[in-house]
Protein backbone atom coordinates (compact mmCIF):
# COMPACT_ATOMS: atom_id res chain seq x y z
CA UNK A 1 0.00 0.00 0.00
CA UNK A 2 1.23 3.75 -0.79
CA UNK A 3 1.91 5.63 2.53
CA UNK A 4 1.69 9.52 2.32
CA UNK A 5 3.08 11.45 4.80
CA UNK A 6 2.93 15.22 5.57
CA UNK A 7 5.51 18.25 6.99
CA UNK A 8 4.51 19.70 10.17
CA UNK A 9 6.18 22.61 11.72
CA UNK A 10 5.70 22.27 15.22
CA UNK A 11 7.97 24.97 16.77
CA UNK A 12 9.22 24.94 20.59
CA UNK A 13 8.77 27.77 22.73
CA UNK A 14 10.96 26.48 25.64
CA UNK A 15 12.80 28.63 28.32
CA UNK A 16 16.73 27.20 29.69
CA UNK A 17 15.98 26.63 33.32
CA UNK A 18 12.40 26.09 32.81
CA UNK A 19 11.81 23.75 29.73
CA UNK A 20 9.86 21.08 31.75
CA UNK A 21 7.36 23.37 33.68
CA UNK A 22 6.78 25.08 30.19
CA UNK A 23 6.43 21.85 28.32
CA UNK A 24 3.54 20.86 31.38
CA UNK A 25 2.40 24.24 30.96
CA UNK A 26 3.08 26.23 27.67
CA UNK A 27 1.27 29.46 27.38
CA UNK A 28 0.47 28.24 23.55
CA UNK A 29 1.05 25.54 21.17
CA UNK A 30 1.90 26.37 17.62
CA UNK A 31 1.08 23.51 14.72
CA UNK A 32 1.77 24.64 10.95
CA UNK A 33 1.08 22.52 8.34
CA UNK A 34 -0.89 22.05 4.71
CA UNK A 35 -2.74 19.13 5.78
CA UNK A 36 -5.86 19.09 8.02
CA UNK A 37 -5.76 15.34 8.80
CA UNK A 38 -1.95 15.73 9.46
CA UNK A 39 -2.75 18.65 11.72
CA UNK A 40 -5.39 17.00 14.13
CA UNK A 41 -3.24 13.84 14.71
CA UNK A 42 -1.01 15.90 16.39
CA UNK A 43 -3.74 18.24 17.78
CA UNK A 44 -5.14 15.27 19.55
CA UNK A 45 -2.12 14.31 21.18
CA UNK A 46 -1.13 18.04 23.19
CA UNK A 47 -5.03 17.49 23.87
CA UNK A 48 -4.15 15.47 26.56
CA UNK A 49 -2.88 17.69 28.32
CA UNK A 50 -3.61 21.58 26.83
CA UNK A 51 -6.45 23.12 26.52
CA UNK A 52 -8.06 23.49 22.90
CA UNK A 53 -7.40 27.54 23.36
CA UNK A 54 -4.32 27.33 23.40
CA UNK A 55 -3.18 25.31 20.46
CA UNK A 56 -2.76 27.14 17.02
CA UNK A 57 -3.15 26.33 13.95
CA UNK A 58 -1.86 28.18 10.61
CA UNK A 59 0.20 27.17 7.84
CA UNK A 60 3.77 26.25 7.52
CA UNK A 61 5.73 29.55 7.16
CA UNK A 62 3.57 31.61 9.39
CA UNK A 63 4.74 28.66 12.09
CA UNK A 64 8.21 28.83 11.38
CA UNK A 65 8.41 32.36 10.98
CA UNK A 66 6.67 33.06 14.36
CA UNK A 67 9.38 30.86 15.87
CA UNK A 68 12.24 33.02 14.69
CA UNK A 69 10.19 36.56 15.26
CA UNK A 70 9.70 35.15 18.89
CA UNK A 71 12.98 35.06 20.02
CA UNK A 72 13.70 38.09 17.88
CA UNK A 73 11.38 40.49 19.94
CA UNK A 74 12.38 39.19 23.03
CA UNK A 75 15.92 39.65 22.25
CA UNK A 76 14.76 43.32 21.15
CA UNK A 77 13.44 44.23 24.23
CA UNK A 78 16.37 43.46 25.85
CA UNK A 79 19.02 45.46 23.79
CA UNK A 80 16.13 48.21 23.66
CA UNK A 81 16.32 48.03 27.69
CA UNK A 82 20.08 47.38 27.76
CA UNK A 83 20.79 50.55 25.29
CA UNK A 84 17.96 52.55 27.75
CA UNK A 85 20.48 51.72 30.71
CA UNK A 86 23.49 53.62 29.23
CA UNK A 87 21.18 57.01 28.82
CA UNK A 88 20.19 56.35 32.80
CA UNK A 89 23.62 56.62 33.81
CA UNK A 90 24.16 59.41 31.88
CA UNK A 91 21.34 61.23 33.46
CA UNK A 92 21.46 60.31 36.78
CA UNK A 93 18.28 58.07 36.29
CA UNK A 94 18.13 54.60 37.62
CA UNK A 95 17.13 51.84 35.40
CA UNK A 96 14.81 49.75 37.68
CA UNK A 97 12.82 52.27 38.11
CA UNK A 98 12.11 53.30 34.51
CA UNK A 99 11.60 49.61 33.75
CA UNK A 100 9.33 49.52 36.87
CA UNK A 101 7.26 52.42 35.43
CA UNK A 102 6.80 51.28 31.71
CA UNK A 103 6.21 47.94 32.12
CA UNK A 104 3.14 48.75 34.00
CA UNK A 105 2.03 49.53 31.09
CA UNK A 106 -0.40 46.96 30.05
CA UNK A 107 0.33 47.86 26.08
CA UNK A 108 4.36 46.96 27.22
CA UNK A 109 4.05 44.68 30.02
CA UNK A 110 7.01 44.24 32.65
CA UNK A 111 8.46 40.32 31.17
CA UNK A 112 12.40 41.29 29.63
CA UNK A 113 12.76 44.21 30.86
CA UNK A 114 15.50 43.54 33.32
CA UNK A 115 18.77 45.24 32.23
CA UNK A 116 22.03 43.05 32.33
CA UNK A 117 25.00 42.78 29.89
CA UNK A 118 23.58 41.39 26.93
CA UNK A 119 20.84 38.55 25.87
CA UNK A 120 22.93 34.83 25.28
CA UNK A 121 22.00 31.22 24.87
CA UNK A 122 21.81 29.33 21.66
CA UNK A 123 18.43 30.91 19.95
CA UNK A 124 18.39 34.88 19.88
CA UNK A 125 21.73 35.55 18.03
CA UNK A 126 20.97 32.64 15.67
CA UNK A 127 17.19 33.46 14.81
CA UNK A 128 17.90 36.80 14.46
CA UNK A 129 20.84 36.20 12.02
CA UNK A 130 17.89 33.47 9.93
CA UNK A 131 15.55 36.12 10.24
CA UNK A 132 18.28 38.54 8.53
CA UNK A 133 19.14 36.38 6.18
CA UNK A 134 15.51 35.84 4.94
CA UNK A 135 14.90 39.76 4.67
CA UNK A 136 17.90 39.83 2.43
CA UNK A 137 17.01 37.30 0.52
CA UNK A 138 13.70 39.25 -0.13
CA UNK A 139 15.46 42.07 -0.96
CA UNK A 140 13.82 43.52 2.78
CA UNK A 141 17.17 45.17 3.37
CA UNK A 142 15.63 48.18 5.48
CA UNK A 143 14.43 45.16 7.73
CA UNK A 144 17.22 43.16 7.57
CA UNK A 145 19.03 46.58 9.09
CA UNK A 146 16.70 47.08 12.24
CA UNK A 147 17.50 43.84 12.80
CA UNK A 148 21.01 43.85 12.51
CA UNK A 149 21.06 46.54 14.82
CA UNK A 150 19.58 44.33 18.02
CA UNK A 151 22.82 42.45 17.92
CA UNK A 152 24.90 45.48 17.43
CA UNK A 153 23.34 47.05 20.73
CA UNK A 154 23.84 43.66 22.31
CA UNK A 155 27.65 43.41 21.36
CA UNK A 156 28.28 47.64 22.30
CA UNK A 157 26.78 46.85 25.11
CA UNK A 158 29.24 44.31 26.45
CA UNK A 159 32.01 45.98 25.07
CA UNK A 160 30.67 49.23 27.18
CA UNK A 161 31.07 47.66 30.39
CA UNK A 162 34.75 46.44 29.79
CA UNK A 163 35.58 49.87 29.08
CA UNK A 164 33.75 51.10 32.12
CA UNK A 165 35.61 48.60 34.32
CA UNK A 166 38.69 49.42 32.90
CA UNK A 167 38.38 53.10 32.76
CA UNK A 168 36.99 53.12 36.66
CA UNK A 169 40.34 50.98 37.39
CA UNK A 170 42.44 54.25 36.99
CA UNK A 171 42.50 52.99 33.18
CA UNK A 172 44.77 49.77 33.60
CA UNK A 173 43.81 46.42 34.96
CA UNK A 174 47.14 44.91 34.06
CA UNK A 175 48.59 42.95 36.55
CA UNK A 176 45.12 43.30 38.60
CA UNK A 177 43.00 40.54 39.93
CA UNK A 178 39.41 40.83 38.98
CA UNK A 179 36.99 38.28 40.60
CA UNK A 180 34.08 37.17 38.17
CA UNK A 181 31.14 36.19 39.60
CA UNK A 182 28.79 34.46 37.00
CA UNK A 183 30.07 32.53 33.36
CA UNK A 184 26.63 31.14 32.65
CA UNK A 185 24.07 33.38 30.30
CA UNK A 186 21.81 33.25 32.84
CA UNK A 187 21.14 31.77 36.58
CA UNK A 188 19.59 28.47 36.54
CA UNK A 189 22.21 27.00 33.55
CA UNK A 190 25.16 25.79 32.81
CA UNK A 191 24.98 27.12 29.39
CA UNK A 192 27.59 29.38 28.29
CA UNK A 193 26.80 29.43 24.43
CA UNK A 194 26.77 33.34 23.47
CA UNK A 195 27.36 33.85 27.22
CA UNK A 196 28.27 37.85 27.29
CA UNK A 197 31.04 36.34 30.17
CA UNK A 198 32.85 35.14 27.45
CA UNK A 199 33.71 38.29 25.59
CA UNK A 200 33.72 40.86 28.98
CA UNK A 201 36.26 37.93 30.27
CA UNK A 202 38.30 37.76 27.46
CA UNK A 203 38.58 41.59 27.02
CA UNK A 204 39.68 41.76 30.53
CA UNK A 205 42.29 39.03 29.82
CA UNK A 206 43.30 41.00 26.96
CA UNK A 207 43.58 44.33 29.05
CA UNK A 208 46.21 42.03 31.19
CA UNK A 209 43.84 41.67 33.72
CA UNK A 210 44.15 38.34 36.55
CA UNK A 211 40.63 36.65 36.44
CA UNK A 212 39.18 34.56 39.04
CA UNK A 213 35.72 33.00 38.02
CA UNK A 214 33.51 30.93 39.54
CA UNK A 215 29.67 30.09 38.53
CA UNK A 216 27.56 27.78 40.56
CA UNK A 217 27.35 25.25 37.75
CA UNK A 218 29.74 25.88 34.59
CA UNK A 219 32.53 23.16 35.02
CA UNK A 220 36.66 24.36 34.39
CA UNK A 221 36.61 22.60 30.92
CA UNK A 222 33.83 24.61 29.38
CA UNK A 223 35.26 28.01 30.43
CA UNK A 224 38.70 26.59 29.02
CA UNK A 225 36.91 26.01 25.75
CA UNK A 226 34.90 29.27 25.51
CA UNK A 227 37.92 31.46 26.99
CA UNK A 228 40.16 29.32 23.91
CA UNK A 229 42.87 29.45 26.88
CA UNK A 230 44.07 27.01 29.73
CA UNK A 231 44.13 28.27 33.21
CA UNK A 232 46.93 29.31 34.86
CA UNK A 233 48.86 27.95 37.81
CA UNK A 234 48.92 29.37 41.08
CA UNK A 235 52.22 30.54 40.91
CA UNK A 236 51.39 32.99 37.77
CA UNK A 237 50.14 35.87 39.53
CA UNK A 238 50.87 38.54 39.96
CA UNK A 239 52.05 39.06 36.25
CA UNK A 240 50.38 41.72 33.79
CA UNK A 241 50.46 39.12 30.43
CA UNK A 242 46.67 38.57 31.81
CA UNK A 243 45.01 35.23 32.41
CA UNK A 244 42.47 33.45 34.55
CA UNK A 245 42.18 30.82 36.95
CA UNK A 246 38.92 28.54 37.86
CA UNK A 247 37.60 29.11 41.98
CA UNK A 248 35.70 26.94 43.31
CA UNK A 249 33.80 28.98 45.89
CA UNK A 250 32.38 33.12 45.84
CA UNK A 251 35.20 33.28 49.04
CA UNK A 252 38.10 31.87 46.84
CA UNK A 253 37.34 33.82 43.49
CA UNK A 254 37.03 36.97 45.58
CA UNK A 255 40.24 36.42 47.75
CA UNK A 256 42.93 39.36 47.20
CA UNK A 257 41.20 40.52 44.67
CA UNK A 258 40.58 44.50 43.16
CA UNK A 259 37.59 44.13 41.77
CA UNK A 260 34.30 41.80 41.75
CA UNK A 261 32.36 42.00 38.61
CA UNK A 262 29.23 40.16 38.64
CA UNK A 263 27.63 38.90 35.26
CA UNK A 264 25.10 36.22 35.86
CA UNK A 265 21.71 36.64 38.12
CA UNK A 266 22.32 33.55 40.61
CA UNK A 267 20.49 33.78 43.60
CA UNK A 268 23.86 33.59 45.51
CA UNK A 269 24.69 37.03 44.42
CA UNK A 270 21.80 39.06 45.42
CA UNK A 271 23.02 37.90 49.37
CA UNK A 272 26.68 38.46 49.08
CA UNK A 273 28.17 38.98 52.78
CA UNK A 274 29.77 42.48 51.33
CA UNK A 275 31.35 43.03 54.98
CA UNK A 276 32.80 40.18 54.98
CA UNK A 277 34.75 39.55 50.93
CA UNK A 278 35.46 43.56 51.59
CA UNK A 279 38.00 42.16 54.36
CA UNK A 280 39.59 39.33 51.82
CA UNK A 281 39.91 41.89 49.11
CA UNK A 282 42.44 44.88 48.34
CA UNK A 283 42.27 48.24 48.41
CA UNK A 284 40.54 50.32 46.70
CA UNK A 285 37.47 47.18 46.29
CA UNK A 286 35.66 47.85 43.78
CA UNK A 287 32.02 46.20 42.91
CA UNK A 288 30.97 46.28 38.99
CA UNK A 289 27.24 44.64 38.92
CA UNK A 290 26.04 44.02 35.89
CA UNK A 291 22.76 42.40 37.20
CA UNK A 292 21.90 44.93 39.74
CA UNK A 293 22.21 42.26 42.35
CA UNK A 294 23.61 44.65 44.99
CA UNK A 295 22.12 46.92 47.61
CA UNK A 296 24.49 50.06 46.01
CA UNK A 297 24.27 52.11 49.87
CA UNK A 298 25.11 48.62 52.24
CA UNK A 299 28.23 48.42 49.48
CA UNK A 300 29.03 51.85 50.21
CA UNK A 301 28.45 51.63 53.83
CA UNK A 302 31.08 48.96 54.22
CA UNK A 303 33.84 50.87 51.83
CA UNK A 304 32.69 49.58 48.24
CA UNK A 305 33.63 51.85 45.31
CA UNK A 306 30.35 50.51 43.28
CA UNK A 307 28.99 50.71 39.92
CA UNK A 308 25.73 49.70 39.11
CA UNK A 309 24.17 48.84 35.34
CA UNK A 310 21.92 51.73 34.62
CA UNK A 311 22.24 53.70 38.00
CA UNK A 312 22.94 57.09 37.52
CA UNK A 313 22.98 57.98 41.22
CA UNK A 314 26.26 56.49 41.06
CA UNK A 315 29.11 59.41 39.75
Keep these: NEKKFFILSNPEFLAEGTAIFDLENPDRVLIGG ?3 RAIDSLKKIYLNWVSEEKILTTD ?3 SELSKLIANAFLAQRVSSINSISALCESTQANINE ?10 IGKHFLKSGPGFGGS ?5 ILNLIYICNHYGLKEV ?4 EKV ?3 NEWQQKRITKIIVDRMFGNVAGKKISILGFSFKANTNDTRESPAINICSDLIEEG ?7 PKVELQQIQIDLGMKPLDDNSWPNKNGGWQFAYSIKESVENSDAIVILSDWDDFFKLDLKSLINIMRNPSWIF ?3 NTIDTKQAKAVGFNIWSLGDGSLI
Design 34 to 36: NNE
Design 60 to 62: LWS
Design 98 to 107: VAKAIGMDLR
Design 123 to 127: CFKKD
Design 144 to 147: ASYW
Design 151 to 153: IQI
Design 209 to 215: SYLSIYD
Design 289 to 291: DTR
